[in-house]
């Protein structure tokens, strides 16, 4: 047997009989680089603290990730089709890896962000790269089972990010967490050469460039703007950066159109079920990572949990997600993607509905729920729209259907975070303002408490710090009169250290109700606009895909001369 799997599964004749384990592969792959955002949201502490971080500059150590990893995609997707699905997603782990070993020894935020934002270069190669081979190789009869478990993947990797970085960071700094990206990337390359076969389109038509570096420009602007505006102030930046992205999408759409062989068919979208599986996929991760961004912060500072507590408490999302998928898996083929798609989207608007009660005296336990919850409705509802998306795409435009389902994706976590952050942040300051009202407070400690959660507990110990050191200073003075008087100014510290404290805690406790809240609504309504859009008995993925598959043959044939290789009859069947 060679070492080195060489044969095209174009080519196969017949099912590939190691596509199981060229599975795992591709979710391994998928792993990495779903955790290498959520691993941070523990490690940031840490970083912060060593590098000496301003919030601007964390907030850009996280999102200098997000932004080439959902403004290349499309491109990139489509360039992996025409050269090679697998060649895109080595070169993807080699470009991750690379830049993960460059993120553990800088020393500065330049450095880090650098380092993250070539970290999500690779992880755009990866991504589309990973769903575009489980569909080339698995038979459409497989193929919903199949990404059943991605999706499934995909969910274990949000709750295992945080629990692997609290087990790193028990004995090493924060470096540790680029640095465990190594070796399972290196992994993952030695498994794609030997399990995984080659793929790519049978039509070797001419990329559309100019659409695919259109895309690139409004989505690029679209995240970054999402970024800038709500955390930094819709100042030139935000603005040029809407103008830029409005425009952008505005040509991309009018190119396309035009276009013969546009990166991507915009008609697409008139279709419901695709439209409606890609909304429902973009408002589900809106919700999944701005709740996952206030929880995990909830969990450390006001609950008090250690980064590896952390990861441990966030479990019972992971396995929810599992029996999640194991039902949509069982469901969806009986009664329709509709239903479980709905329920998905209700059970997820149901577990923010449930974090609305959470107040100052909530303990871990009032949480579980709600986590549980939410990882059923991920199993539900995600793996249904994103066979139905695959579906959409004919055999020659598998990486461009991977590209658009992670693009609507990564676009609905951005806004989740920026959208509910900006609504936490300023509910939280809003009732510490409120909860610290008429209180004596040294100046500038209630501004400084009010930036983030973590601030305000570190004003506390400032606060607690000065009251200890008074009160060291009372007990060593021989002056009884001056000793009382210090005494009290410690006495008067202390408890004011214990109230910012209190002020801090119940205040995020609140912000946290009144974002979920807000949450809540959104996915609420967006369930409602999702059931509106999909169609109630439509057709299966396999069957829109054949029609697609036949509208291209179609369409090939009457533009031959640009054909340079033809498809194999055997993948028709795939």
Known sequence: MRLVMNEPVERMGRPYARRW????VLCLSLLIIVMANTALTVAAPDMT????????????????????????????????????RRGALILGLVVFGGGAVAGSLVGSSTGVIAARAVMGVGAALIMPATLSLLAATFPRAERAKAIVLWTATAGLAIAAGPLVAGLLLEHHGWSSTFLINVPIAALAIIGALVLVPPSKAGHQHRIDYVGGLLSVVWIGSLVYMIIEGPHFGWGVKAVTAAVVAGVGLVLFVVWELRHPRPVVDVRRFANRRFAG???????????????????????QFVLGYDALDTGVRMLPLAGAVFVGSALTGYLTPRIGMKITVTAGMVGGTAALALLTLVDASSSYGDF???????????????????????????????GVGGAVNDTSLELGGSLGIAILGSVLASSY???????????????GALSTAQDSVGAGYAVAQGIGDKARQLAEQAAGTGD???????????????????????????????????????????????????????????????????????????????????????????????
């Open 277 to 299: 599986s890609n909304l429902a996929v973009a408002l589900f991760f809106l919700a999944v990572f701005g709740a996952f961004y206030y929880l995990t912060q909830h969990l």
């Open 21 to 24: 384990w060229a599975l795992l």
């Open 49 to 84: 603290q060593d590098l000496g971080l301003s919030s601007a500059d964390l907030q850009w150590v996280i999102d200098g990730y997000t932004v080439p990893y959902a403004a290349l995609m499309l491109l990139l997707g489509a360039i992996g089709d025409k050269y090679s």
């Open 368 to 398: 579980v729920l709600p986590l549980v919850i939410l990882g059923l409705a991920i199993g539900l509802a995600l793996s249904p729209c994103t066979d139905a998306i695959m579906g959409a795409f004919p055999e020659s435009e598998l």
């Open 429 to 443: 300051s809003s009732h510490l303002s409120d909860a610290t009202a008429g209180s004596k407070l040294p100046a």
């Open 480 to 574: 009884v009169e001056k000793a009382a008087q210090v005494k009290a100014q410690a006495d008067q510290l202390a408890h004011g250290a214990h109230q910012m404290a209190d002020a801090v805690g119940s205040s995020f406790a609140d912000a946290v109700a009144h974002t979920s809240l807000i949450g809540a609504v959104i996915l609420g309504v967006g369930t409602v606009l999702v059931a509106v859009l999909l169609p109630r008995n439509g057709r299966t993925a396999e069957a829109e895909a054949d029609a697609t598959d036949t509208f291209e043959s179609e369409a090939d044939a009457s533009d031959a001369p640009e054909v340079q290789e033809s498809e194999p009859a055997g993948s028709a069947t795939r």
